[in-house]
């Protein structure tokens, strides 16, 4: 049973930053295509970031430049660090696994099976 956990939401001013983790349990973590989505009230989910099996990140236009992507193989730990947040970064932020057949491609938007429960991330202007 793969598990996702985050960790780290809060409220920020505008130009703050905030470090998201994403705990993983239950799949073998450096195999996986890992993503990291958000949804603001009233909005449909988004996609924020990526990174593939070989570490290689992607970003949402939206948040490139602001935000980084990473992980820690050992700790099986996915981060999101966010800098420079505007209001419109307002959201629940969820982490999420493709399974381990659809990590292979980790460009397309499908095969994302495993998500958290999410993370509040407030900004304020």
């Known amino acids: 049973q793969v598990q996702l956990v985050e960790s780290g939401g809060g409220s920020v001013q505008a130009g703050g930053s905030l470090r998201l983790s994403c705990a993983v349990s239950g799949a073998e973590f450096g195999s996986r295509c890992m993503a990291w989505f958000r949804q603001a009230p009233g909005k449909k989910r988004e996609g924020v970031a990526t990174?593939?099996?070989?570490?290689?990140?992607d970003y949402a236009d939206y948040v490139k430049g602001r935000f980084t992507i990473s992980k820690d193989i050992a700790k099986a730990t996915l981060y999101l660090q966010m800098s420079s947040l505007e209001p419109e970064d307002t959201a629940m932020y969820f982490c999420?696994?493709?399974?381990?057949?659809?990590?292979?491609?980790?460009?397309?938007?499908?095969?994302?099976?495993?998500w958290g429960h999410g993370t509040q991330v407030t900004v304020s202007s």
């Open positions: 990174i593939d099996r070989d570490g290689s990140p």
């Open positions: 999420a696994a493709k399974t381990a057949r659809s990590s292979v491609d980790c460009s397309s938007s499908g095969g994302f099976a495993y």
